[in-house]
């Protein structure tokens, strides 16, 4: 049922250290690289008044020097040329006209459990404003789901699947239910699908720039860790392994999502390898980010989340790299929770 309108790498952040600086200076090819690219596909460039993006575009943007890098404290892009998205790496009013202009639909899946209410009502005040959304909430307890006041162009969904005895199992079947509603019907009824957790809650602005094919979010608690400290899968039994001489990033399982045909081959993928770890007598160290982290080592996302998007402030504080918390951890005992 339903309601609503249907209308490898780490690296610092220390601005004193001199890896820093080496590597977040203008001079460095990645920088200039990361700038032409994120300014190239804004299509902006120096000229006197302002711009018309296209001829079917009739928007018009502020001139912006082609070469200036946005941010020199943080990395911008990956090896394999994927933006790192952070406040100051885009332009909202140019992104929010390309994306009305194909009338995108934007799905939003939550899991079981949490403050259902809460994440509905910040989600309304920070999530994709001014697009049409379907929040997709996956529940054992269809009535227990509140009603919250939406815009227009934005609807409830209410799907209900089976519950767990613990939460890891309900974590695990995330996999196995988006592939599910992929087929049975995101595939159409939305073009874009982001799949959050519980236990979180919208803060600031989050909107189209996060969108591409297939992205992932960088762990808050290790986007500044070596590669050797993450907590990959290390055993080789498990479809989820990865080496310790390899990775890129650390990805958080909290959010991740894409267009809904690689979202759908995302989560069919985990779901079938945490089967055959089942039939091996194995389960992953992290579960199902465990094997998230192993098929977006194998399938490089196309857009990378920053911590902005993704933060415990309870646990990490808010330092000075962070010029906003988007979307971020209600607070709650984790030890608690990790013991259950």
């Excluded at 001139?63 to 941010?71: G, H, I, K, N, T």
């Excluded at 269809?142 to 005895?165: Q, T, Y």
């Excluded at 055993?235 to 001489?245: E, G, L, T, V, Y």
């Excluded at 759908?264 to 194995?282: E, F, K, V, Y």
């Amino acid at each position: 049922w339903s309601w609503g309108s249907r209308s490898a790498l780490s690296w610092p952040f220390s601005s004193g250290s001199p890896a820093v600086r080496a590597r977040a200076s203008c001079d460095s090819l990645q920088c200039i690289a990361a700038c032409f690219v994120t300014q190239h596909l804004l299509h902006l460039a120096e000229s006197p008044g302002p711009l018309v993006c296209s001829p079917s575009c009739q928007l018009t943007c502020r001139r912006v020097a082609l070469l200036r890098c946005s941010r020199n404290d943080v990395l911008v892009l990956t090896p394999w040329l994927a933006p790192i998205v952070w406040e100051g790496t885009f332009n909202t009013d140019i992104l929010n006209e390309q994306f009305r202009l194909r009338n995108t639909t934007i799905g939003l899946t939550r899991t079981e459990g949490g403050d259902r209410e809460l994440f509905l009502q910040t989600a309304e005040k920070h999530f994709m404003v001014g697009h049409r959304v379907t929040y997709y909430v996956f529940t054992d307890r269809p009535a227990a789901v509140p009603r919250v006041p939406l815009g227009e162009g934005r609807r409830v969904v209410v799907l209900e699947v089976l519950g767990g005895p613990r939460w890891q199992d309900v974590s695990m079947q995330r996999m196995a239910v988006i592939s599910r509603f992929c087929e049975q019907r995101f595939l159409r009824e939305v073009d874009y699908l982001v799949c959050a957790d519980v236990d979180m809650k919208f803060r600031d602005h989050v909107g189209v720039e996060i969108l591409s094919p297939l992205f992932g979010t960088l762990h808050p608690s290790f986007y500044g860790a070596a590669r050797k400290d993450f907590t990959y899968e290390r055993r080789p039994r498990s479809q989820a392994h990865i080496p310790r001489d390899q990775g890129d990033f650390y990805y958080m399982g909290a959010l991740f999502g894409g267009s809904v045909a690689e979202v759908h081959r995302l989560t069919s993928a985990c779901h079938q390898a945490m089967a055959i770890d089942q039939a091996n007598g194995i389960e992953a160290v992290w579960h199902d980010e465990s094997h998230l982290n192993r098929y977006l080592l194998d399938h490089k996302p196309t857009k990378v989340l920053s911590p902005e998007y993704l933060w415990d402030q309870q646990l990490l504080g808010w330092p000075r790299v962070m010029k906003k918390l988007r979307f971020v951890a209600v607070p709650k005992n984790h030890q608690d929770i990790r013991a259950t």
